[in-house]
């Protein structure tokens, strides 16, 4: 078999050369504390690659991982076709990190944050003035050039961060909860900017535990839930795959609620939280009319489309963000 | 002389894999010297600590001391016997403060060096890097103080250019073993142990008088101290009374610095990359 097979084909249905990134059974153990626990990832050149998770599902520690500064517990990891363990500096020159949390120096004005830390990447003094003009325009921070880092709002800080992890002209950028702590504009403003990166070519790696961060942003991403891949696929896979099209959110009176075996032959599924029922179905319209007209009295009903929330309920039983 | 403590020397270089240097330390002082133009008072109250010093001590004090034996014996003015002493004692000082203090900061609440680990830089930069901004530091103090030396008329030999690489070479050993001593501290609070062991130092090791003036036992427990031996260094130099006897002395921080970068830079591994 194996020799049949012509030489530079895949093997085993993988095509190694491709990846940016590629993990086989990759495990990081805290002493006692498995945060990933054995996990299989592809990333290919160009995409956007979501890791979509509840705090605690392993995202940030698969991250620093694949950042190389995180010795891998077991398992294989390759990134820019190098091993973290063996050429993390090699494979750091060429990447570009934003962190969960903003780590500006504080001791230096926002352009001296660009230019030192291009020289960290041993660029020379020249290239790195001409790189912060450039990176100060991409982060809308070209009148705040000369202030101190504490000067700067949340969301300067946050495109400061980002524009500082393009110094280097990386080819694979992970980010880190981008967007977490940001107003909506802030946020906007931010994946607008992470749009002009994907068009002109740099692959992503983005945990969120936002879904429509994810939705915006990815090709393709995986649902991490306790260390674990619990599903993989671009967004509209997701859903359709594990959701329906629409979903019917009914709230009622806690004195006057139903079971939710009551509900369950009006839709395809039924998941009972705190609060409300959704049940899933193909036309939330007519499913509403169906309840209504089975006698329910519902206080509030919502019809909307499914989102990748409610791919993770189904899949774990729990929402994301409580 | 202490004994060293550490692992010997094989041990010692697989503590430091390929991985952990990208030969780029220069950068962090590019950094560090950036940061200081910010922070400039404080850069510069740091020489005149030991002018004060010799100012009030060795004028003022001196003028009821008179003499002192020197190290050869011969009688020298107080001015003369305790400024080699401030010399080395500020070359501890301003490299522990920077070691310490500054870098337990940038490690614990500026999170610093971790920004620094997504680039190619790797613990061992990290190390070097503040290590040999506390060391340019130290030698810019160390020549401000030996010009107020010669200009008071407290230097007795040419030996005493001697005393500028000596002190970077004291600056080094303090601020490689005090960086050390950092990525072992959990909270602010550990600090006060820093005090501890660098005043009393500072006081008894033979900075103000000659070491004839202790008891045996004592004699030996000061012998120990690394201050001492960088006061007798500089003492020797400034004064020169220069003997092998100097080698010892600069033997004692060679192996300070090897245990000093090698800890270091393993702590530091062990702290940033989890």
């Known amino acids: 078999m194996i020799a049949a097979r ?140 000369g202030d101190t880092v504490e000067e700067l709002s949340g969301g300067m800080k946050r495109r400061l961060t980002i524009a500082r992890s393009l110094v280097n002209d990386p080819e694979l950028l992970l980010l880190d909860e981008p967007t977490t702590g940001l107003d909506p504009q802030a946020r906007h403003l931010l994946w607008d900017r992470l749009y002009r990166l994907k068009r002109e070519g740099v692959t992503q790696i983005v945990t969120t535990h936002y879904m429509d961060e994810a939705e915006q942003l990815c090709d393709r991403l995986v649902v991490m839930d306790g260390g674990v891949i619990a599903a993989e696929g671009s967004p509209a896979e997701l859903i359709s795959r594990y959701s329906t099209r629409e979903v019917l959110e009914l709230r009622f009176d806690p004195e006057r609620r139903p079971g939710a075996a009551a509900l369950e032959r009006h839709a395809d599924r039924v998941e009972e939280l705190p609060d409300r029922f959704l049940l899933y179905t193909a036309d939330g319209e007519r499913t509403q009319g169906d309840v209504v007209g089975a006698g329910f009295v519902p206080l509030s009903s919502l019809v909307r489309r499914s989102s990748l929330e409610d791919v993770f309920l189904r899949l774990t039983g729990r929402t994301l963000v409580d | ?52 010093y010799l100012l009030a001590m060795g004028t003022g004090l001196g003028s009821l001391v008179g003499d002192l034996p020197g190290p050869d014996g011969q009688p020298i003015s107080y001015a003369a016997f305790i400024a080699p002493g401030l010399l080395a004692a500020s070359a501890m000082n301003g490299a522990v403060f920077d070691s310490t203090y500054n870098v337990f900061f940038k490690l614990h609440y500026a999170r610093l060096y971790d920004s620094m680990l997504a680039t190619p830089l790797g613990p061992v930069d990290v190390a070097l890097g503040e290590i040999g901004w506390a060391l340019l530091r130290g030698g810019l103090y160390a020549t401000a103080f030996l010009s107020v030396m010669a200009g008071f008329g407290l230097i007795a ?118």
């Not at chain 1, 592809?42 to 995180?70: H, Q, W, Y």
């Not at chain 1, 969960?100 to 660009?114: F, T, W």
């Not at chain 2, 130092?201 to 004699?219: A, I, N």
């Open chain 2, 1 to 52: 002389m202490s004994a060293p403590t550490v692992p010997p020397a094989p041990q010692v270089w697989r503590l430091l894999p390929a991985g952990s240097y990208a030969g780029r330390a220069r950068m962090m002082m590019v950094r560090s010297a950036a940061a200081s133009r910010r922070t400039w008072l404080a850069f510069v109250s740091g020489f005149f600590e030991p002018l004060f």
């Open chain 1, 6 to 145: 012509p030489v530079g084909a895949p093997g085993y249905g993988l095509v190694v050369s491709d990846a940016l990134v590629q993990a086989r059974g990759l495990r990081k153990s805290f002493g006692a504390v498995e945060a990933v626990r054995g996990i299989d990832v592809d990333v290919a050149p160009g995409e956007v690659f979501g890791f979509l998770g509840p705090n605690g599902a392993g995202k940030s520690s698969t991250m620093r991982m694949i950042a190389c500064v995180s010795p891998r517990t077991g398992g294989t990891l390759s990134v820019l076709g190098m091993d973290p363990g063996a050429d993390g500096p090699r494979i750091r020159a060429r990447i570009g990190v934003v962190p969960q949390l903003d780590n500006l120096d504080a001791e230096l004005s926002v352009r001296e944050n660009l230019e030192i830390y291009g020289r960290y990447f041993g660029l020379p003094r020249r290239h790195v003035r001409e790189k912060a003009t450039e990176l100060l325009e991409f982060a809308q921070l070209t009148e705040r050039a």
């Open chain 2, 157 to 274: 030999s040419p030996w005493a250019l001697l005393a500028l690489p000596a002190a970077l070479l004291v600056a080094f050993a303090f601020a490689a073993v005090g960086m050390a001593a950092t990525s072992f501290m959990r909270s602010w609070q550990d600090f006060d142990l820093v005090t501890l062991a660098v005043l009393p130092m500072f006081l008894f090791s033979t900075t103000f008088y000659p070491l004839s003036v202790y008891p045996r036992w004592l004699q030996i427990v000061v012998e120990c101290l690394p201050l001492y031996h960088a006061v007798e260094l500089m003492r020797g130099l400034t004064t020169g009374v220069v003997g092998p006897g100097l080698l010892a002395h600069l033997a004692y921080f060679v192996v300070m610095i090897g245990i000093g970068v090698v800890i270091a830079s393993r702590r530091l591994e062990k702290l940033l990359l989890r």
